[in-house]
Structures are given as structure tokens and as C-alpha cells.
């Protein structure tokens, strides 16, 4: 049975990634993207205090966000993100510690893979969705392939998502997106730079509910 997240998640279509140089920085960054109504937002574990910046946008936005922690790498992250909040936990790829942790945690887990054998190996074991990473190595056609043999699994492509084709990702089978640097630049989520947040979180928007309009022209 789906997680109780997956129709949320899917129905936000955009999940921001979001690497901050800051605990402050991140504050703002997801400042700038809830006001421009992007809500489903991964604070990764590469930003400092993590687990405080995850706890601070529970508390300040409660349900109004779909929060989730990324690149988790350790049990005690794990732990951690789900104490603060987060309600869907990602991970790189498999491992024997972390990944058990994920599943085990109650969040919807969202564990990284690419080949063949990587996602079968997670179909196995139940994984909620498998974050097809990188994307920027195959595209949309390499998920839409992967498709053939494992039509039953949930896809989230991350890397090399952009605006202009995540219409393309959505065609090939993902039922949401995570985007990084091409939502949310390192140096505007460095400098504060809300306008050009905000201007890259509308733009992603319009391109989905585009996407969403007219799905037989693809």
C-alpha cells in the first residue's frame, strides 16, 4: 500500500532540495519558496544544523510544508530528522544501516537508485520511492526505459531537472520532481537573493501546472 504521503508529495509535483551554507540562509530560502507556494521542501544533511533548521520550519509552518531530510548517510541523522519533523527522509543510495533506519522510521522513505539492480533491490525491500539519481546522466529517456521492466515502482528524478523539461520527467513516469541548483542557486540561497528564489519557484510552477494541462501533447 502507498505511503500516506505519496498522493501529497505527487499532487506538489516539486520537491525543492535545498543546500544552505546556513542555518539562516536556509530559513530565508524557505521563506521565499513557501510564499511563492512551493511547499514540498528537503533540507539536506550537507546544510548546518540540519536537524534545527527542519525543527524550525515544522514549527513555524506546520502542515502548510511538506518537510522532508536529505542526504542522510547515518542512523543518527535519521533519527534526528524524523524527531525534528520530517515527513519523507531521502537517502543517496542503499546502505545496510541507513536505509532500514528509513523504512523503519514510520516517514516515507525515498532511497536513491539508477541501474537495474539498484532498483530492483529496492523494490524488494518495499522502499516507498526510488529517487533516480543522477538524472542528469540519462534524462527522461532512461527513466521511461527503466519503466519497462519495473512499471510498478514510484519515481522521483533528481539532478538535471529544470523548468524547461520537467514536463518530459513527468511523461516518462516520475510522479514528482526534486530540483536543486536550478530552483534554488547556490549563490541566491548564499546572498539571501529571495527575488530570484521566488522568481525560479514560479517559474517551476507554471511549467508543472503546463505539464499537468496538457499531457497528451507529450
Given at each position: 500500500m502507498p505511503h500516506a504521503s505519496l498522493p501529497a508529495i505527487s499532487d506538489a509535483g516539486v520537491i525543492?532540495?535545498?543546500?544552505?551554507?546556513?542555518?539562516?540562509?536556509?530559513?530565508?530560502a524557505v521563506d521565499a519558496l513557501v510564499e511563492e507556494g512551493l511547499v514540498a521542501i528537503e533540507v539536506t544533511y550537507t546544510t548546518p544544523d540540519?536537524?534545527?533548521?527542519?525543527?524550525?520550519?515544522?514549527?513555524?509552518?506546520?502542515?502548510?510544508?511538506?518537510?522532508?531530510?536529505?542526504?542522510?548517510?547515518?542512523?543518527?541523522?535519521?533519527e534526528e530528522a524524523r524527531s525534528a519533523g520530517a515527513v519523507f527522509l531521502v537517502s543517496p543510495g542503499f546502505d545496510d544501516e541507513v536505509t532500514p533506519a528509513i523504512m523503519a522510521s514510520g516517514a516515507l522513505s525515498m532511497i536513491g537508485g539508477y541501474t537495474p539492480t539498484e532498483v530492483q533491490r529496492l523494490r524488494k525491500i518495499g522502499v516507498d520511492v526510488v529517487k533516480f539519481f543522477p538524472g542528469s546522466i540519462g534524462g527522461p529517456a532512461a527513466l521511461k526505459a527503466l519503466r519497462g521492466p519495473f512499471p510498478d515502482v514510484t519515481y522521483i528524478p533528481t539532478g538535471g531537472v529544470n523548468a524547461e523539461n520537467l514536463g518530459d520527467w513527468l511523461a516518462a513516469g516520475a510522479v514528482a520532481v526534486g530540483a536543486g541548483s536550478e530552483l534554488l542557486p547556490a549563490a541566491a540561497v548564499r546572498d539571501g537573493d529571495a527575488e530570484t528564489i521566488r522568481a525560479n519557484a514560479r517559474h517551476f510552477l507554471q511549467a508543472l501546472r503546463t505539464a499537468r494541462e496538457a499531457p497528451l501533447s507529450r
Open positions: 525543492a532540495t535545498l543546500r544552505a551554507p546556513s542555518a539562516d540562509a536556509a530559513y530565508r540540519a536537524g534545527a533548521v527542519i525543527a524550525g520550519v515544522a514549527e513555524r509552518f506546520g502542515d502548510r510544508v511538506l518537510l522532508g531530510a536529505g542526504t542522510l548517510t547515518t542512523v543518527a541523522q535519521v
